[in-house]
């Protein structure tokens, strides 16, 4: 039997981008993949991440922010920050294959009213989605990647 591979998201807050990310790529790996996100100083899941997630059909209801220390001594195969901050602080990984970087702007940082803030997170949502889908089809490869296309797979 084939143990999964393992991908790490983290984040600073383990709010936002990293929840997002964690989403998507569990939703295109179609349970291929073991996947999981962590931040430095987690603070709980952003309701408008949930929200707008929903909009497109991920469920992160039940997602929980966790602290980037109970997986530093774990094994993963990518540990993936998907902000500037968490590249900076991020520990070292031992047991990581790899380590990538793939920035995006922080929707929780506007001060803009909540309907624009909604905006803002589902521009986010959708270049997350976008690179998602990328990484997952790179991994995966070819003849694996999600049959459906970047709105879904046939899991």
Known sequence: MQVPRRFLVLCT????????????????SCGRFEIFSAGIDPTGVHPLAVQVMAERGVDLSGYTSNRI????DQPFDVVITVCDQAQEACPIFPLAHRVIH????????????????????????????????????????????????PHGCAC
């Open 102 to 149: 793939r920035a995006f702007e922080d929707p929780d940082q506007s001060t803009l009213a909540v309907q624009e803030r909604a905006a803002v997170f589902r521009r986010i949502r959708d270049e997350i989605h976008d690179w998602a889908f990328r990484f997952v089809e790179v991994e995966i490869g070819p003849k694996g990647a999600p049959v459906h296309g």
């Open 13 to 28: 807050a383990n709010r936002c981008r990293s929840q997002m990310a964690e989403g998507w790529l569990r939703h295109f």
């Open 69 to 72: 220390e109970q997986f530093v």
